[in-house]
């Protein structure tokens, strides 16, 4: 491209309001923690290599992501976390590929958790456009929802076998699977789901012909040597479903155009959030307390977002914290929301005790599962999964204290079994909540008989 | 001595029932398991305890779908009995009322439902977890092992051994009423005593048999192992084998036994299926669709004898949940034409049980409370409890009769505990309050209630 298509592209996105995003290369999105432990790394080395943290002895610890344990990083990933620091100024390299850490990445490194999260949050959305810009989205797909957002999905007790990979043909009883879950959406949150049915189906089956149209996956025939073979290879019917709904969703909501004006947000650009970019940004976007995203939400069939802050002029109020660099088309700056433990005790216990006892009559139960009902307190209350658990550690010493709220007592009691559902390949996808640090998984809360909180 | 070893109890049934004396009653009369429980010996629980005026209105309907009378009105092969007062379909009485049906057929062979013009047969059947009953021969090794199990099978080979002459009218003076045939006509040991050869008898049956079209070794085994309602089960080997029913499950409920039960003049089959959930929920996609498909060759249109005949006429109990799951492989399978499952068209084959009311509470608690009076003079009433007492129980267990039942069983254990002889609506209030209290059922999809958070900026 020569200058003068650059210059013009650089001018349609600063008509658009979107900075052109630097990379949409997604390797580098890993675990915050990985970048602090490579700037740490980094700030007591004279240098750092690929080889060395990949070492067992000296590299990148083992780690839980939610609650899977991941065997260190490979080498892929540690190339592009370094290319990444790179890009933000943190580390500089030499010609023999050996990466030092710069003043600015000095200062970052000795930033304490809260404040490093930001300064990521910062340079991600300065590299990738996309934190900020998704944040947006979210709201201009459900204004009066406040960016709730729900990609559905096929319900998971729908038992729908395995075929043969070559009859990929649509079946069209899964055009009542597909309508119901968009409804479903809708239904449950309205306006969570702001595509209509008809466009919904075909999208679907569009996907779903396209996914059948592929490869099987690659498996090990006699020999050890790979074979692809549709011949004799099956697929989940429920599985690709889910797959095409995922994807379809996607495109139709994450598109580039806006659908408030059907402006364009990333002009001349591809998809700006494709499937496998997205499964890479929502745990970022997550972790960065931009969103919370939930695919277990004990009402909701399908992936529930709510962005955890807005795009204001002015903070407002103490309740915001604003977020320098992030900013909007229209140059309001990105708050997110982080009320301090007095402001929001009354209304997060209200909604605790008010989500907790839903809970504990739908399933019969006086202990109930905290991540359910973290899930809905958090959808309610806009917070992040962090703001979420150190919220309830405050309310677990208050009650602990026998302090009394609104002039009336609460007990909170928290267990923390690995209940058998969290055992399975899909519970352990699921974010603990933290209590000190110990991941938990039942509450039980209990009042007097006439308390108000 | 071991005291322990030679201590007896010291609660009699005398004790246990002066209990409730200030109730004047000689028991709870209400159970306290509310579900049904075919086999128990306790009327409350067993089906025994029935409230004829409950669903009288449903009971017409049954028989209107069901079973053919003399004025040769059309009737369905599958039709629907549906809970339509939760979405979860439990302990509206559907069980019970089922049940109940099938011991009025049974008691006279449907003599009385259909006014002398057919001879019926009814079979109540509960799908199981274990064995599971997924796939239709599955569903069809249930139908035989129930059949085989509530002597219907049986039934049909006792009418052979004596519908055709085999058998002196002396002999035959003697077999006594239904409930009598399982030991005369039924047994070998009292047809000898009558003089009779029980191998040419079953001779006889099994070329009868045969002669209607059954395979020639369905039919020995059915001639000669049949007439004892273990008999088939215990002795006869293929029908305990998987690849058996695989293989021939339709064909032989479908096909051989509706050829035998003609033979035995049966004129009609009513298969009461409850719980259908129990095989539908545990489906895969392409189960549910091969299983209604299934439904409708062997009971509509297939070639089989049971399609030609319209011999047997399916009840199926439902809920909307089941409902839901169903609909679309119904309608693929053509069902939603000859058999709809959709609303409204499923008014026409489909009854419904709704939550109780006021009306129909009182002959529910009336009934059980008869049942165990102590005087005669108090039967027909429902004292101890008031008028305001049954609505107040009605109101707090949702119209549902299992968990009104429930709640009054806890009601009266409270009455027992106090010797009180009165229940008023107070006491009733009392006792459902000190648990907590259950809201109605939910619809799943109900709405989730929106945030009190505002993030955008003030206007």
Known sequence: MDKTETNLEEALYSAEGWGRPQTRDFKALGDIHVYAEVLQVASVEPFVTEEKLLSPEEGLRNRFRKLLLIQGPTKTNVRAVLSLLQRFGWLSADDKSRFMITPDGKLVAQLPPHAFRRVVAQNLHRTYTIPGWFVSRLYDLNPVGQGEIILPAPPKQLGLGRREWVKGDWATELDAVVKAAGNHANQVLSGAFPVEIGIWLSKVREVWERLAAGSPPIKKGSGGVSVQSRGNTTYGVRERLFHAMREAAIELLFGIRRPSDRGEDFPLGPHPIPYRAFTVWCPRLSELEFIFYTDYHPRITGRLIVPCGAFRYASGTPDFEEISGVRDRTGRTLHLFQPGWDRIKSRFLGVLLAVYRDESRRVGAFYVSLLAVRDEVCRQLRLSNLLFDSLLERAYEEAIKETAVNGKQFSISLESDIRPEQQSAVGLNQRPVYIYRVPHSLIAIGTNRNARV | ?459
């Open chain 2, 1 to 459: 001595m071991n005291s322990q070893l030679l201590r007896k109890p010291t609660i009699t049934p005398q004790q246990q029932a002066n209990r409730y004396d200030s109730l004047r009653l000689s028991d709870n009369p209400f159970p306290q398991r509310p579900t049904l429980v075919p086999a128990s010996p306790d009327p409350r629980e067993n089906g025994a305890i029935y409230c004829d005026d409950l669903h009288s209105d449903k009971a017409s309907g049954f028989r209107q779908l069901l079973i053919p009378t003399a004025e040769a009105r059309p009737v369905h092969s599958i039709a629907f009995l549906m809970d339509a007062a939760s979405r979860r379909g439990r302990g509206i009485g559907k069980s019970a009322f089922l049940k109940h049906q099938q011991t009025q057929i049974m008691a006279d062979l449907g003599e009385q439902a259909s006014g002398g013009a057919a001879v019926l047969f009814a079979a109540y059947i509960v799908p199981t977890a274990s064995p599971p009953c997924r796939k239709f021969w599955e569903f069809c090794r249930l139908l035989f092992e129930t059949m085989s199990e509530q002597k219907i099978l049986s039934l049909a080979i006792w009418r052979l051994r004596g519908l055709h002459g085999d058998i002196p009218e002396a002999a035959l003076a003697k077999v006594g009423g239904i409930e009598q045939w399982e030991d005369t006509i039924g047994s070998d040991k009292w047809l000898i005593q009558e003089k009779v050869n029980t191998w040419e008898l079953n001779q006889r049956v099994q070329e009868r048999l045969v002669a209607s079209g059954v395979p020639e070794e369905i039919a020995f085994e059915l001639a000669h192992r049949g007439a004892k309602p273990s008999g088939i089960r215990s002795n006869w080997a293929p029908s305990h084998s998987d690849s058996f029913w695989r293989r021939s499950g339709p064909n032989m409920i479908f096909d051989w036994l509706v050829k035998m039960f003609r033979a035995a003049e049966f004129t009609r089959g009513i298969l009461l299926v409850d719980e259908l959930e129990k095989i539908v929920v545990h489906q895969n996609i392409l189960e549910r669709r091969s299983f209604v498909e299934s439904l409708r060759y062997y009971l509509i249109d297939g070639n089989c004898q049971n399609a030609r005949d319209k011999f047997f006429g399916m009840l199926l109990t439902i809920h909307p949940i089941i409902q839901e799951l169903l609909l679309a492989h119904w309608q693929a399978a053509g069902l939603d034409r000859l058999a709809p499952l959709n609303e409204p068209e499923a008014k026409q084959c489909t009854l419904y049980l709704l939550a109780l009311d006021k009306s129909m509470a009182l002959p529910l608690v009336t009934v059980y409370l008869d049942h165990y009076r102590k005087l005669p003079g108090d039967r027909g009433k429902i004292k101890p409890f008031s008028e305001d007492a049954v609505v107040e129980a009605l109101i707090r267990s949702g119209g549902v009769p299992g968990k009104t039942l429930n709640l009054l069983h806890r009601v009266i254990e409270y009455a027992a505990d106090k010797a009180l002889t009165k229940i008023g609506k107070d006491l009733v209030d009392k006792v459902a309050s000190e648990e907590p209290v259950l809201p109605p059922d939910k619809e799943d999809l109900s709405t989730l209630p929106a945030t009190p958070i505002s993030l955008a900026e003030e206007q």
